[in-house]
T-cell receptor, first 115, second 113 residues
Framework: SAVISQKPSRDICQRGTSLTIQCQVD?????MFWYRQQPGQSLTLIAT?????????ESGFVIDKFPISRPNLTFSTLTVSNMSPEDSSIYLC????????????FGAGSRLTVL | AQSVTQPDIHITVSEGASLELRCNYS??????LFWYVQSPGQGLQLLLK??????LVQGIKGFEAEFKRSQSSFNLRKPSVHWSDAAEYFC???????????FGTGTRLTIIP
């Protein structure tokens, strides 16, 4: 399975600021997925990031709020812009696992707290 | 509406007791089915998956799950839980040709001595 490193692992941010989360994979992958897990909630897909094209956002998520970069096949970033306390969540990067279709491998997540 | 449901928000079991976590789905076609576990402060780890074939699937850490088409269910079981099994468990569904997964709301498992 791919190994995913996310940075930062946690951060405390001020309202109105932006934070960029990095996701590094130890192998080349076609698609990378960004999920949000709000406190006590399940995972919700934010967007799918393919290298060389714009990310595809799910309903309720917009590029201005969650811009994503995918400069190569092993790296992606998610920015949470103009943060409010409602953005306090764990943000998880995931990739399709080489062991089979639809099997996702997840990073450990980035826990953001917005004050 | 299409959905994946985990009816139990929180379950408490004694160490050594058996465990069953419920998962139901509501989709027109049979989806791919997964169980993931999230330990405190960790990412998600795949326990097992069902694509087709044998309806009883074995996973890691002694877990198994049974797919029942008639009940649209994919329940997770373990015959004897260990204190280290305390975690959040998520059922998820996916479909062929679409690598996105949809997750249930999760079941938090507490183990008591």
């Amino acid at each position: 399975s791919a190994v995913i490193s996310q940075k930062p692992s946690r951060d405390i941010c001020q309202r109105g600021t932006s934070l960029t989360i990095q996701c590094q994979v130890d192998s080349q992958v076609t698609m990378m997925f960004w999920y949000r897990q709000q406190p006590g909630q399940s995972l919700t897909l934010i967007a799918t990031a393919n290298q060389g094209s714009e990310a595809t956002y799910e309903s309720g998520f917009v590029i201005d709020k969650f811009p994503i970069s995918r400069p190569n096949l092993t790296f992606s970033t998610l920015t949470v812009s103009n943060m409010s306390p409602e953005d306090s969540s764990i943000y998880l990067c995931s990739v399709s696992d080489s062991s089979g279709a639809n099997v996702l491998t997840f990073g450990a997540g980035s826990r953001l707290t917005v004050l | 509406a299409q959905s994946v449901t985990q009816p139990d928000i929180h379950i408490t079991v004694s160490e050594g007791a058996s465990l069953e976590l419920r998962c139901n789905y509501s989709y027109g076609a049979t989806p791919y089915l997964f169980w993931y576990v999230q330990s405190p402060g960790q990412g998600l780890q795949l326990l097992l998956k069902y694509f087709s074939g044998d309806t009883l699937v074995q996973g890691i850490k002694g877990f198994e799950a049974e797919f029942k088409r008639s009940q649209s269910s994919f329940n997770l079981r373990k015959p004897s839980v260990h204190w280290s099994d305390a975690a959040e468990y998520f059922c998820a569904v996916g479909f062929f040709g679409n690598e996105k997964l949809t997750f249930g709301t999760g079941t938090r498992l507490t183990i008591i001595p």
